[in-house]
């Protein structure tokens, strides 16, 4: 059926006028993409900026978070606790729950309101 020739790595000559047109088209293909590159180039740098600049918005909405602001005000507030005698906390309120372990120790941790904070300065 197909039968396989001997002859298909025969060097072929190229039409009249064919190796110039190839070679004027792969060097304007060439000279295109050269130019698209500081496009390219440019938008990616933007989008890195962009994405930078969303996640420090996202960061520093974060850090100032009721959520995270508690829960650093806990932190140092338990702090002391764990090298010292006993817990201390400033515009609130800590108890120590009995805990089986004696290595443990737990404590709930209160925050004053707003106006009784105001009323204690007083």
Aim: charged fraction near 20%; aromatic fraction near 6%; proline fraction near 8%.
């Amino acid at each position: 059926m197909n039968e396989v020739r001997d002859d298909w790595r025969e060097m072929l000559e190229p039409p009249p006028g064919g190796l110039a047109r190839l070679i004027g088209s792969i060097e304007s293909t060439r000279a295109r993409n050269f130019q698209l590159r500081p496009r390219f180039a440019f938008a990616a740098v933007g989008a890195t900026l962009a994405i930078a600049a969303v996640c420090g918005v996202a960061l520093h909405a974060h850090w100032n978070s009721p959520e995270y602001r508690l829960r650093n005000a806990i932190e140092a507030a338990l702090r002391p606790a764990a090298d010292g005698p006993g817990i201390q906390v400033e515009n609130g309120a800590a108890l120590e729950i009995p805990s089986a372990d004696p290595n443990v120790r737990i404590y709930w941790i209160a925050q004053l309101p707003a106006a009784t904070k105001q009323a204690s300065a007083e």
